[in-house]
Structure formats: C-alpha cells, structure tokens
C-alpha cells in the first residue's frame, strides 16, 4: 500500500492549492482518506475526512469555507482544494487511511498507512 501526497508549494495570503492523495495497493471505496497538517513546534492535527463509500466529507473548523475534499474512484486519488489560504494554513500536509467508520476522524492513531507529506506555505 503506498499514498503519494503532492501539490503543495509556496503561495501568497489569499491564494490556492490542491492538494492530491493517490493511492495504490488499495480502494477508495474500503478506505477512507484523511488530510492532516502539522506546522513547526505544533502538534499534527486533522483537517479534513472523506468517507469510504458515500464519500461524506467533514472538516476541522479552521478550515471550513475554505478547504473543499473530494475523491475520484477511477483515478483512486482524493483531492484537497484549498482557497483563501492564511498563513497560519502553512505546514506539511499528510494524507493517510483507515477502515472503520467516521469515529474519531481527527485521531491519527486510527489511520493505517500515511502518505510521505507535501509542503504547504503561505507567505507574502
């Protein structure tokens, strides 16, 4: 199994990225996807979920209004478009899945397998 996490950059106050997830070695409709983030000296934090198979999304407050999830079953690949971004949005952004249902989706102890991260950073 193996997530490749990809798309982040540099980017100004305001501006936006989408973030992919793609997975292989596994099924979007078994697993479902998590984003996290973890900035320097802070702890990793969830941001947004999708559900393995109605593919509901949830998002942590901070980033409601701004981060859209959505996932693409024939590409096995989720996608995290992120609009306005604030530079308190910058951190390396991990994507990971677990099976299960959406309980304790901000624990990351309950994700299996972890993508490698891509830096997002939001700077003027």
């Known amino acids: 199994v193996q997530l490749q996490a990809f798309g982040g950059g540099l980017v100004q106050p305001g501006g936006s990225l989408r973030l992919s997830c793609a997975a292989s070695g596994l099924t979007l409709d078994d697993y479902a996807i998590g984003w996290f983030r973890q900035a320097p000296g802070k702890e990793r934090e969830g941001v947004s979920y999708i559900g393995r198979r109605n593919g509901i999304p949830v998002y942590q407050n901070s980033v409601k209004g701004r981060f859209t999830i959505s996932k693409d079953n024939a590409k096995n690949t989720v996608y995290l478009n992120m609009n306005n971004l604030k530079p308190e949005d910058t951190a390396v952004y991990y994507c990971?899945?677990?099976?299960?249902?959406?309980?304790?989706?901000?624990?990351?102890?309950?994700?299996?397998?972890w993508g490698q991260g891509t830096q997002v950073t939001v700077s003027s």
């Open positions: 990971a899945s677990r099976i299960g249902g959406p309980i304790n989706i901000w624990d990351a102890t309950a994700y299996v397998y």
